[in-house]
């Protein structure tokens, strides 16, 4: 690569180190060309950016980025899951795939200025997405008023059905 090239690369780099809300680092070694290519088709169903990164390029980017503690992951192959709508989705995307591909593996991970190692990756792919925990919430709130309907519509009922009950008497009776 030509260093125009490199310083622009680096610059890129740089960019989605700051511009993410959460990053992991994997291993992809002995995955085959169509595997890394379902791997990204994933990512990119997430919103995730996954990006095969030269190590020594990725450190410089890192120390620019203030997020040095990267270089102690960047060493033998390394890819790279920038999520750019939030920080759970990178997690869900490697490791659901590196589940069902035993040969990638999970270096780990780097979320609010803190290195998350491979264990804690695995536990923030766990944690519901950010879509997920809105409709959680807005069921939450839903929640009551549905409640409190069905107890109007019960007492409704019930007058509904002694009205009837009475009817049913009165035509009996005559």
């Known amino acids: 690569?030509?260093?125009?090239?490199?310083?622009?690369?680096?610059?890129l780099l740089t960019e989605k180190l700051r511009g993410s809300q959460g990053l992991v680092l994997a291993d992809f070694t002995g995955l085959t060309v169509a595997d890394v290519s379902e791997?990204?088709?994933?990512?990119?169903?997430?919103?995730?950016?996954?990006?095969?990164?030269?190590?020594?390029?990725?450190?410089?980017?890192?120390?620019?980025a203030e997020v040095a503690?990267?270089?102690?992951?960047?060493?033998?192959?390394?890819?790279?899951?920038?999520?750019?709508?939030?920080?759970?989705e990178?997690?869900?995307?490697?490791?659901?795939?590196?589940?069902?591909?035993?040969?990638?593996?999970?270096?780990?991970?780097?979320?609010?200025?803190?290195?998350?190692?491979?264990?804690?990756?695995?536990q923030l792919s766990k944690i519901p997405a950010r879509q997920e925990l809105l409709a959680m919430i807005a069921r939450?709130?839903?929640?009551?008023?549905?409640?409190?309907v069905g107890v109007l519509t019960a007492s409704v009922r019930k007058l509904v059905g002694t009205l009837d009950a009475v009817a049913k008497k009165k035509a009996e009776a005559a």
């Open 1 to 11: 690569m030509a260093r125009p090239e490199k310083i622009a690369e680096v610059e």
């Open 39 to 64: 791997l990204r088709r994933r990512c990119r169903d997430l919103g995730v950016e996954f990006r095969v990164v030269k190590n020594r390029l990725a450190r410089r980017a890192a120390a620019a």
């Open 69 to 88: 503690d990267l270089e102690d992951l960047l060493r033998g192959p390394t890819g790279i899951a920038f999520g750019h709508d939030g920080p759970v």
């Open 90 to 122: 990178p997690a869900k995307a490697l490791v659901e795939f590196a589940e069902t591909h035993e040969k990638m593996t999970i270096k780990g991970g780097f979320l609010d200025g803190a290195m998350l190692s491979p264990d804690e990756v695995s």
């Open 140 to 148: 939450g709130f839903q929640a009551p008023a549905q409640s409190f």
